[in-house]
């Protein structure tokens, strides 16, 4: 039995289990890029069903008619800001994948999302005074913009040591 072979097969001992801990890592971030690829091509699609979907709804449950234009409006208002964090999410796991972690790009990625995630609120607070559900998802766009800043700011000041860092060697 050759105990150096399982060492760097990734089998026994620390560097197997650090190559493990690695694989995970890598798979998690692929798992999470695939997973706003499917969101992406799903908020296409909402972009041209939503009418269809919202028609439907309308006849479904008897609401007025007169719902149509300010919901619309607002889920079509929603869809923008949506568009640009899932863009912005994808390209911050991309950098992530090629072990760019803390680097300015990411900072400025996650203060685009948590940006929408606060615009997504204020949408979604409109909407709630035609549909009361919505101030829900109000409040729950505006825990995760805040949650959001917070990365950030600790991603910004990760950065700002990182560079101290690399100019004391």
């Known amino acids: 039995m050759n105990i150096g072979k399982s060492h760097q097969d990734g089998f026994s001992g620390t560097g197997g289990a650090a190559g493990r801990a690695e694989r995970r890592k890598m798979l998690s971030a692929a798992v999470s890029q695939v997973m706003v690829a499917?969101?992406?091509?799903?908020?296409?699609?909402?972009?041209?069903?939503?009418?269809?979907?919202?028609?439907?709804?309308?006849?479904?449950?008897?609401?007025?008619d007169w719902l149509f234009l300010p919901t619309m409006v607002c889920l079509y208002t929603a869809l923008m800001p949506a568009f640009v964090a899932d863009i912005c999410l994808f390209f911050l796991l991309r950098r992530i994948r090629a072990?760019?972690?803390?680097?300015?790009?990411?900072?400025?990625?996650?203060?685009?999302?948590?940006?929408?995630?606060?615009?997504?609120?204020?949408?979604?607070?409109v909407l709630g005074f035609y549909f009361l559900v919505s101030f829900a998802l109000s409040f729950a766009c505006a825990f995760m913009g805040t949650v959001l800043r917070v990365v950030k700011n600790s991603f910004e000041e990760a950065v700002e040591l990182k560079r101290e860092n690399d100019f004391t060697i």
């Open 38 to 64: 499917i969101i992406f091509f799903a908020l296409v699609a909402a972009a041209f069903l939503l009418p269809s979907m919202f028609r439907f709804y309308l006849d479904i449950y008897k609401r007025p």
């Open 99 to 125: 072990g760019e972690v803390f680097c300015d790009e990411n900072v400025r990625s996650l203060r685009i999302i948590s940006w929408c995630c606060f615009v997504e609120c204020v949408v979604f607070l």
